[in-house]
């Protein structure tokens, strides 16, 4: 306790006029009750709304109807494991074990263990629907994520979210102290990549013609070349040129795409908009 007046004031200050009175306490556990039935639907409904926005684009890498739990469940997991964190943190500095126990930090890990398995299985279903659904643009993403740019951020994902989180099985390394702490900054990170991943290597290649390949572009400029010769040959009654498959100059150009192009026997003017060229 404070023995002089200022720190004193000081601390009441702080307090808010506590004064760990019966009364105080009746009013504390009431407000914190009211809190937390109001914060649950908060929490859902805003990581849903969030994730319905995604959802409902036509973006590859955002377009999935299990984006909605898949996001609810990642933020329950990311915030159990910061309450982790906090637990154990307050246990260290102020000496909370009786307050805090090894069976609180069990309970924590196995919440964490839960939420962490739907967001796996989340992750085997993105994958899963994206080659069954058969959609080139789909599969680009997930190879540019496997192997493009930013691979080491999405293997890292899977390195924290999937390999590493499985150590929640084990109950004692959910009651070790050390133990839960390094699974729970682990979470974080993990979250933290997942996030970045989700965001990052579904928009870094566009759709524009700004981003095209060199390649692609000079592609485009000799469609547009030989579609103006079509039209003014007919124009002046003159026949045609064959419009052969191996002729077309936007052939060589899908060929040149990787790796969400079309086939060549499908492709035409519009589907030079290639998202892997670069």
Known sequence: RARHRAVQRFYG????????SARHWHRYQQAHRVLAVIAVPIVVSVTGTISLDLAV??????????FPPYFVAGALYSGFATVAIIAIVLRALFGFR????????????????????VVDYAYLQEVFTAFYTGEDFYRSV??????GPYA???WGMI??????????????????????????????????????????TSTHKDYMPSAWDRRVRGAAAAVHQTD?????????????????????PWMSACTACWPASPTPTTCSPPAVICAGAD
Request: charged share 15%; with cysteine; glycine share 10%.
């Open 228 to 248: 103006a010769g079509d039209l003014h040959a007919r124009h002046a009654g003159d026949a045609a040129p064959p419009q052969t498959a191996g002729g077309r």
């Open 13 to 20: 200050v702080l307090a808010l006029g506590w004064r760990n």
């Open 98 to 117: 009786d307050l805090i126990t090894r069976a609180h930090l069990n309970r924590l890990g196995i919440m964490m263990l839960c939420f962490v398995l």
């Open 152 to 154: 080491p951020f999405y």
């Open 57 to 66: 684009s036509i973006v590859p890498g955002f377009h999935f109807t299990i």
């Open 159 to 200: 390195l924290c979210n999937v390999v590493l989180a499985q150590g929640l099985w084990f109950r004692r390394l959910r009651e070790s102290v050390p133990g839960l702490l390094c699974l729970a900054v682990i979470a974080e990170i993990g979250m933290w990549l997942e996030r970045f991943q989700i965001v990052i």
């Open 142 to 147: 997930y190879y540019d994520r496997w192997t």
